[in-house]
């Protein structure tokens, strides 16, 4: 198993000679929806480190949208998917079943929030396990309204591009969307200056004067809402969602394909409030790399659909599910999950040190290995999209891999794998720093 140096090292301008050859063969094979945030192709990865086809070494702080939290081509997550690929790489779990889809179901019951019987369904992708999440719920309660959120990202199948709110690029021209959705404000203390208990009564007066309780099947809510603007919600504000849908019936649905499987610093951003959703929906850091996505919770909603209600001829492929597992051992045996609280602290850290002399970040925020800087013009506190997006073109021309999110396009996040070096995160940030500099 080749490792790299855990360096930066920029043999070309970016994007080189093989990368611009790539790039054209892309724009005849491919439509041009598909784009990248970096202009160049990857060739290997290493914990922190992308190498790309000319040679470059670059600093990941994007973990493919927070998907490689142990690290791309983990040492351990490959060998479990050699191992497997040998052996049994795909029968379909309707067709004849497999222990490896057993265990990881075994392991999210047994990770995800509460001490109440669980069960868990797998799939492939993270609007995959929402679309079913949601299914479940109406199935439960007999009800048919969902309640999604201001700023909320869900995916980009039908139904989850309904549920998802920003409009550029994701759904632009694809409606109609599924009926009974009806989005509701949040929590974003940056911007409505509300502490939890407001904007949680803001939010129920909404649901109950224009949904009408009785009709909710389920609230859906990333607790930390990821491609919206990586933002935390007040304190108590989940939690009192979490006591009104059990107190009128509905199914509490956390999102926590971004937020989730280590990435904040806890096996669940739900789990640094104490809140306990009745489904819990994962995928990304879940199988450090390969396809899979899950929704657990109370065996009660689970079992409500008949049997073959759920299912899909790939849904926890052996191979997916042979990473997770190698994925949630390296946390465990690693203690990958203070790895990320001392990555988030130390990027807090700077940022906030930044922040305190330029006041083009409105905000720094964020959990574990999870983090933003929210940039604003300094006299109006407005969103800035145009400086966020050049800050990023300048960082990633010097090696840094970055992604930017939020509603208004003006927040920069951070996803570093987790193990990567002390040295290599304070680099980066140094790229980062840098990067901010230039645009003054
Ligand atoms: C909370 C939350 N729920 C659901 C999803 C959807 O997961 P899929 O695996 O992309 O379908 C996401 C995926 N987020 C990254 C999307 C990137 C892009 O599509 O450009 C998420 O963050």
């Not at 995916?155 to 920003?166: P, V």
């Not at 096996?267 to 995928?283: K, M, Q, R, S, Y």
């Not at 959990?367 to 604003?376: F, H, R, S, T, Y």
Request: aromatic fraction near 6%; proline fraction near 6%.
């Amino acid at each position: 198993m080749a490792t790299l140096p855990q360096t930066i090292h920029l043999a070309t301008p970016l994007p080189g000679p093989e990368a611009r050859t790539l790039d054209e063969r892309a724009g005849t094979a491919l439509p041009r929806a598909l784009t990248a945030a970096m202009p160049t192709f990857a060739r290997r990865t290493d914990r922190g480190v992308l190498e790309d086809v000319d040679g470059n070494r670059l600093i990941d702080f994007g973990s493919g949208i927070a998907v490689t939290t142990v690290g791309g081509a983990a040492a351990p997550v490959v060998a479990a998917i050699q191992k497997q690929a040998e052996n049994l790489t795909h029968t379909s779990f309707a067709v004849t079943r497999y222990a490896g889809y057993v265990e990881v179901a075994e392991r999210l019951n047994a990770l995800t929030p509460g001490s109440f019987p669980k069960k868990t369904a797998l799939f492939n992708s993270g609007a995959e396990a929402v679309e079913n999440a949601i299914k479940l719920a109406r199935r439960y309660t007999g009800r048919q309204a969902v309640v999604c959120f201001d700023h909320a990202f869900h995916g980009r199948t039908s139904l989850t591009m309904g549920l998802t709110a920003k409009v550029a690029p994701y759904k632009g021209g694809f409606g109609p969307f599924a009926p009974e959705l009806y989005r509701v404000p949040g929590s974003y203390p940056y911007r409505d200056g509300l502490d939890g208990e407001a904007a949680a009564e803001r939010t129920i007066s909404q649901i109950e004067k224009q949904v009408g309780a009785s009709s909710v099947a389920a609230v859906i809510i990333e607790p930390i809402q990821g491609e919206g603007g990586f933002i935390v919600p007040a304190p108590g504000f989940l939690s009192a969602l979490q006591r009104w849908c059990r107190d009128n019936g509905a199914v509490f649905i956390a999102d926590e394909i971004q937020s989730g499987i280590a990435r904040t610093g806890a096996w669940f951003a739900c789990d640094h409030e104490g809140v306990v959703p009745d489904l819990v929906t994962t995928a990304k850091g879940l199988a450090g790399g390969m396809p899979l996505s899950a929704v657990t919770g109370s065996a009660e909603i689970m079992d409500s659909a008949e049997p073959g209600a759920l299912g899909g001829t790939y849904c926890g492929n052996p191979l997916a599910c042979a990473a997770a597992l190698a994925a949630l051992d390296m946390i465990e045996e690693h203690d990958l999950l203070e790895r990320a609280r001392a990555i988030g602290e130390a990027g807090i850290r700077l940022m906030e040190q930044w922040k305190a002399k330029d006041p083009r970040i409105g905000e720094v925020r964020g959990k574990g290995a999870m983090m933003a800087l929210e940039l604003v013009d300094p006299v109006s506190q407005k969103p800035d999209a145009a400086l966020t997006a050049a800050v990023a073109q300048a960082a990633r021309a010097r090696g840094l891999i970055l992604l930017t999110c939020g509603t208004y396009g003006n927040v920069i996040r951070l996803l570093p794998p987790v193990t990567m070096p002390d040295e290599l995160f304070v680099e980066g940030m140094g790229i980062l720093e840098q990067a901010l500099r230039d645009q003054s």
